[in-house]
């Protein structure tokens, strides 16, 4: 009995590991051809004869790539600080404090998360064009600036911050600002690290409406610049493997420091982005 | 006493200054940039305005009537659905299967975790250029050399009207299915373990505990993956984009989602008025289906 168990055991290790690699194929592809230079790059082979970085060096140098990898950074930071401020401090103040129209507020912010993106580009674009937000990273940046799943996930945690600390505040004669701040914020790091994580991530791999608002090739996010990859590089396969790694191999290093965090984060919440 | 309570009472004003203060900001940007557009996008729909002309003529339903008799919208429509009722169920299976067996292992469990968890973080864009490329014809494309070395014939994948689409539908679940398994796995952590300890000690075989305990306390576990799920894959567009040809979703509309034709109706034709019908329906579907979350959640409790 056992051993059947055992050997049941030893089965379900192999198939979830041959299955595994074969989920992680397309990507060793990726990497291994981005390494490839020359006639080799359309051999089956999964190892380079000669693994050279001699494509990200080209991309790199080539016109454009650095600018792009550069916006999709700058964006991304800029998008997360703003999203850690703002959500949490409005799920603080939904949660800690009691005013008139406070539900109102609450539902009315939850019920911008059931508006879908795609219904928003257009009158985004209509008003970037009015204000002169084309090909800006501002224009990128501003529909990100705050979202209704974070203020509630912030709000759900700030639930956890006991009220007698936040008066021990009070009574010590700091203000609100700094309560919030100071004495708050540290108790619910481990759901701002998380709100961080993702807001970086859903921007780093944003595409349709850095698509729309940016038109000058230099101004691209990275998303955007590789789509339109073939048209630089012409058909180039390597490069365009190369391009891909780079925006992938960021998220693979995010994704194995925070590991903990991103699947806690994904299993308390169920939404991306 | 009256003292205290006076105290409290101007405690408690402050502190609603404080509030509405820290929620100005917030609020102007929630009204401005979300709930504005929105009416916007409803208006613009009853209108003809295109970017190029400057002025804009208010035609009624007649974005709506037009919608009804163009041949590409319900192709798009169909497609959309297509992707929804064939990737959905897949990618649900794949991932309570894999959650099922991952949950039973001792060790490895975080590295299994992380093997199928990792394409659904990665970029759509990066992902769907490997899969692009994957599926060349030989000799660029792998699947085909691989399938000429196993000496069966090549397919045309991406280049075939019938093909195109269940081709990119792989990509897609393979894209997701990580995502189901984690919130799979989570629903079942979360089961009593002392419920399979009982079902143990009264004797029921795997099947069973699967069968009457597992799946049915993974209802609620389901109805929010089946709802998020097909907002999830009604919304599909980069996938097809930037795997088909000039991004148009060929060959021939096979593989456009409504997405891409609201996309290219606003973007490349400039029709904003006839895009934003479009965008329209797209948000009463999901409306309807966060409602009907609503109500089925709603009767859980």
């Not at chain 1, 993106?117 to 990128?140: A, C, N, R």
């Not at chain 2, 085909?144 to 994948?157: C, E, I, S, V």
């Not at chain 2, 795997?206 to 069968?211: G, N, P």
Request: glycine share 6%.
């Amino acid at each position: 009995m056992k051993t059947k168990r055992q050997i049941q055991n030893l089965i379900r290790h192999i198939l979830l590991f041959i299955f595994g690699v074969a989920m992680l194929f397309p990507f060793l592809w990726m990497i291994a051809t981005s390494m490839k230079t020359g006639s080799e790059v359309y051999t089956l082979s999964l190892f380079p004869k000669n693994p050279s970085l001699k494509n990200y060096v080209r991309l790199f140098e080539s016109g454009n790539f650095p600018f792009w990898f550069l916006n999709s950074m700058y964006v991304g930071l800029v998008v997360t600080l703003s999203v850690l401020f703002f959500d949490s401090l409005v799920g603080y103040t939904l949660c800690k404090f009691n005013f008139k129209g406070k539900k109102l507020i609450f539902v009315l912010i939850l019920s911008t998360m059931m508006i879908p993106t795609e219904m928003l580009v257009i009158p985004w674009y209509i008003m970037s064009t009015k204000v002169g937000w084309l090909d800006t990273y501002w224009g990128i940046i501003f529909p990100g600036l705050m979202s209704g799943f974070g203020t509630f996930l912030m709000k759900s945690f700030f639930e956890g911050v006991p009220n007698d600390l936040l008066d021990a505040g009070r009574i010590d004669g700091l203000g609100e600002f700094r309560i919030w701040y100071k004495i708050a914020m540290p108790l619910v790091r481990p759901a701002l690290s998380a709100l961080a994580i993702f807001t970086f991530i859903g921007n780093w791999n944003a595409f349709l409406w850095p698509l729309i608002i940016v038109n000058q090739i230099h101004r691209y996010t990275l998303p955007v610049g590789l789509s339109f990859f073939n048209g630089e590089f012409q058909t180039k396969w390597e490069m365009v493997m190369t391009g891909a790694s780079v925006a992938t191999i960021p998220v693979f290093i995010v994704f194995l420091i925070f590991q903990r965090q991103i699947v806690q984060g994904i299993a308390l919440t169920g939404v991306k982005e | 006493m009256t003292n205290i309570t006076t105290r409290q009472y101007s405690l408690e004003r402050k502190k609603q200054r404080y509030a509405y203060t820290f929620l100005i900001i917030p609020m102007l940007f929630y009204i401005g940039i979300r709930f504005y557009p929105t009416f916007y996008a409803f208006y613009l729909s009853f209108t003809d305005w295109n970017i190029v002309s400057k002025n804009m003529h208010f035609i009624g339903l007649e974005n709506y009537r037009r919608l009804i008799s163009d041949e590409v919208f319900w192709q798009t429509l169909k497609n959309t659905f297509t992707y929804v009722i064939w990737g959905l169920p897949i990618s649900l299976l794949l991932g309570f299967t894999l959650a099922y067996h991952i949950d039973r292992v001792k060790v490895g469990e975080s590295i299994y975790k992380a093997m199928y968890f990792v394409p659904y973080i990665t970029s759509m864009v990066a992902v769907a250029w490997v899969w692009r490329w994957l599926y060349q014809p030989v000799p660029i494309g792998v699947f085909n050399n691989l399938l000429t070395a196993m000496g069966l014939p090549t397919q045309p994948f991406l280049m075939s009207k019938t093909q195109a689409l269940p081709s990119i539908l792989a990509t897609t679940i393979w894209a997701d299915l990580g995502f189901q398994m984690i919130i799979f796995l989570a629903g079942i952590k979360a089961i009593s373990p002392t419920l399979f300890e009982a079902a143990r000690i009264d004797g029921a075989n795997e099947r069973q505990v699967l069968f009457s305990i597992t799946l049915p306390l993974l209802k609620p576990t389901m109805i929010f993956l089946l709802i998020t799920g097909t907002i999830r894959y009604l919304r599909i567009f980069t996938q097809v984009m930037n795997m088909t040809f000039q991004g148009e979703g060929g060959p021939l509309n096979s593989t456009k989602p409504l997405v891409l034709y609201i996309y290219t109706s606003a973007f490349k034709s400039f029709k904003m008025g006839y895009a934003s019908a479009m965008t329209v329906v797209l948000f009463v579907i999901i409306l309807i289906i966060t409602l009907i979350q609503m109500v089925v959640t709603r009767d859980e409790n």
